[in-house]
């Protein structure tokens, strides 16, 4: 499967939402798997790593957290079961990503938060995250608003873990981190094409 075409896919979803903000982290069919997205291995990581591994990690955490965060909003109001599914899976993996990813952080004597400014980590992978404002507006939303609204929101999100997992692909060092950040990218495509799917039925 080339990795260029779920990027063009998601555009049109992204487009349509006016968010992201410039902040660091700050299932195959139209159906919902209750099943986990990705699963992070429980297994320490090694030793060796670089300074993007390390950031890598601190950004996604950050980034797991607002998605947690948005899922169990959704997987208690969404009014289809297909999306209610889709987003207590998400909520229920990447909360076991974020204990793995701690871990891991931990074991290397690294923090496990970064600096959130604006801009200041476009050379590890950062993009345009979803902020507080947007997770605000989203939590007001309710009736037959709610479910496009957190749908096209998920989308762009997902997407940023996406273009994250990446760059960690193509400038970590850790192979445990790397193995992950392609299961996210994987994982993540693939829920992408869930949502639109959702969206366009």
Known sequence: MSRRSPRHAVLPAVLVLPLLLTACGGGHEQHASTEPASAASDAPASSGHNDHDVMFLQMMIAHHEQGVEMAEVAAGRAKREEVRNLAAAVAATQTEEIKTMTSWLRGW???????????????????????????????RTTGAAFEPAFLNLFVAHQHNAVKMAEAEEDKGANAEAKAFAKRVRESRTDQIRQMLGMLSG
């Open 109 to 139: 004597s690294k923090p496990t938060t970064t600096d959130h400014e604006p801009g200041s980590h476009a050379e590890h992978g950062g993009l345009p995250a979803t902020g507080p404002k947007e997770i605000r507006t989203l939590k």
